[in-house]
Protein backbone atom coordinates (compact mmCIF):
# COMPACT_ATOMS: atom_id res chain seq x y z
CA UNK A 1 0.00 0.00 0.00
CA UNK A 2 1.21 3.28 -1.09
CA UNK A 3 1.00 6.64 0.75
CA UNK A 4 0.37 9.85 -0.56
CA UNK A 5 1.46 12.98 1.47
CA UNK A 6 0.27 16.60 0.17
CA UNK A 7 1.60 19.82 0.73
CA UNK A 8 1.27 23.52 -0.40
CA UNK A 9 -1.99 24.42 -0.50
CA UNK A 10 -4.02 27.67 0.94
CA UNK A 11 -4.92 30.77 0.15
CA UNK A 12 -3.50 33.50 -2.75
CA UNK A 13 -4.61 36.55 -4.71
CA UNK A 14 -5.85 36.04 -8.45
CA UNK A 15 -2.61 36.47 -10.70
CA UNK A 16 -1.14 34.86 -7.73
CA UNK A 17 1.15 31.45 -7.58
CA UNK A 18 1.29 28.08 -5.60
CA UNK A 19 2.92 24.82 -5.44
CA UNK A 20 1.66 22.15 -4.32
CA UNK A 21 3.76 19.18 -3.62
CA UNK A 22 3.06 15.16 -3.08
CA UNK A 23 4.96 12.43 -1.88
CA UNK A 24 5.16 8.78 -1.98
CA UNK A 25 5.97 6.15 0.28
CA UNK A 26 7.21 4.14 -2.16
CA UNK A 27 8.32 3.98 -6.17
CA UNK A 28 5.55 4.37 -7.84
CA UNK A 29 4.31 4.83 -12.29
CA UNK A 30 1.87 7.11 -13.13
CA UNK A 31 1.05 10.42 -10.86
CA UNK A 32 -1.40 12.94 -11.11
CA UNK A 33 -3.26 16.07 -9.46
CA UNK A 34 -7.13 16.27 -9.34
CA UNK A 35 -9.24 18.77 -8.16
CA UNK A 36 -13.13 19.02 -6.90
CA UNK A 37 -14.95 22.15 -6.33
CA UNK A 38 -18.07 22.60 -4.22
CA UNK A 39 -21.30 21.30 -6.13
CA UNK A 40 -18.72 20.07 -9.12
CA UNK A 41 -17.21 16.47 -10.21
CA UNK A 42 -13.70 15.80 -9.48
CA UNK A 43 -11.31 16.28 -12.37
CA UNK A 44 -8.14 15.43 -13.42
CA UNK A 45 -6.43 18.17 -13.70
CA UNK A 46 -2.78 16.91 -14.95
CA UNK A 47 -0.90 13.60 -14.85
CA UNK A 48 2.76 12.55 -15.37
CA UNK A 49 3.67 9.36 -16.39
CA UNK A 50 6.59 7.33 -15.64
CA UNK A 51 8.82 8.72 -18.59
CA UNK A 52 7.96 12.44 -18.07
CA UNK A 53 4.98 12.42 -20.48
CA UNK A 54 2.35 15.30 -19.29
CA UNK A 55 -1.61 15.97 -20.17
CA UNK A 56 -3.44 18.85 -18.90
CA UNK A 57 -6.91 20.26 -19.07
CA UNK A 58 -7.50 22.96 -21.42
CA UNK A 59 -8.59 25.06 -18.32
CA UNK A 60 -5.14 24.83 -16.62
CA UNK A 61 -2.75 24.89 -20.00
CA UNK A 62 0.54 27.27 -19.87
CA UNK A 63 -0.63 27.87 -16.54
CA UNK A 64 0.32 24.90 -14.56
CA UNK A 65 2.96 22.60 -14.88
CA UNK A 66 3.06 19.31 -13.49
CA UNK A 67 6.92 17.64 -12.35
CA UNK A 68 7.99 14.33 -10.82
CA UNK A 69 11.14 13.46 -9.40
CA UNK A 70 11.40 9.61 -9.44
CA UNK A 71 14.44 8.92 -6.63
CA UNK A 72 12.49 10.81 -4.48
CA UNK A 73 9.18 9.33 -5.51
CA UNK A 74 7.38 13.06 -6.03
CA UNK A 75 5.27 14.94 -7.68
CA UNK A 76 4.75 18.81 -7.66
CA UNK A 77 2.37 21.12 -9.16
CA UNK A 78 3.05 24.47 -10.20
CA UNK A 79 0.37 26.54 -10.45
CA UNK A 80 0.95 30.28 -12.02
CA UNK A 81 -1.95 33.03 -12.99
CA UNK A 82 -4.33 31.42 -10.45
CA UNK A 83 -7.82 32.36 -10.87
CA UNK A 84 -11.08 32.06 -8.76
CA UNK A 85 -12.03 29.07 -10.80
CA UNK A 86 -9.01 27.13 -9.66
CA UNK A 87 -10.90 26.73 -6.11
CA UNK A 88 -10.89 23.18 -5.09
CA UNK A 89 -9.31 20.52 -3.35
CA UNK A 90 -6.47 18.77 -4.87
CA UNK A 91 -5.61 15.31 -4.58
CA UNK A 92 -2.46 14.11 -5.42
CA UNK A 93 -3.02 10.38 -6.93
CA UNK A 94 -0.64 7.52 -8.06
CA UNK A 95 -0.81 4.52 -9.46
CA UNK A 96 1.87 1.14 -10.30
CA UNK A 97 0.63 1.67 -14.17
CA UNK A 98 3.76 3.53 -15.04
CA UNK A 99 1.69 5.47 -18.72
CA UNK A 100 -1.46 7.01 -17.92
CA UNK A 101 -4.29 4.52 -16.23
CA UNK A 102 -7.65 4.90 -16.38
CA UNK A 103 -8.27 5.30 -12.89
CA UNK A 104 -5.50 5.90 -10.08
CA UNK A 105 -5.41 3.42 -7.57
CA UNK A 106 -3.39 5.45 -4.84
CA UNK A 107 -5.10 9.12 -3.29
CA UNK A 108 -3.91 11.64 -0.96
CA UNK A 109 -6.14 13.32 1.50
CA UNK A 110 -6.36 16.57 -0.33
CA UNK A 111 -5.60 19.74 -0.18
CA UNK A 112 -7.26 23.10 -0.13
CA UNK A 113 -6.66 25.63 -2.71
CA UNK A 114 -8.25 28.97 -2.85
CA UNK A 115 -8.21 31.97 -4.96
CA UNK A 116 -10.01 35.11 -3.91
CA UNK A 117 -9.42 38.78 -3.28
Known amino acids: QVQLVESGGGLVQPGGSLNLSCAAS?????MGWYRQAPGKQRELVAA???????KYIDSVKGRFTISRDNAKNTVNLRMNSLKPEDTAVYYC??????????????WGQGTQVTVSS
Open 26 to 30: GSIGA
Open 93 to 106: AADENIWFPIEFTY
Open 48 to 54: INWRGST
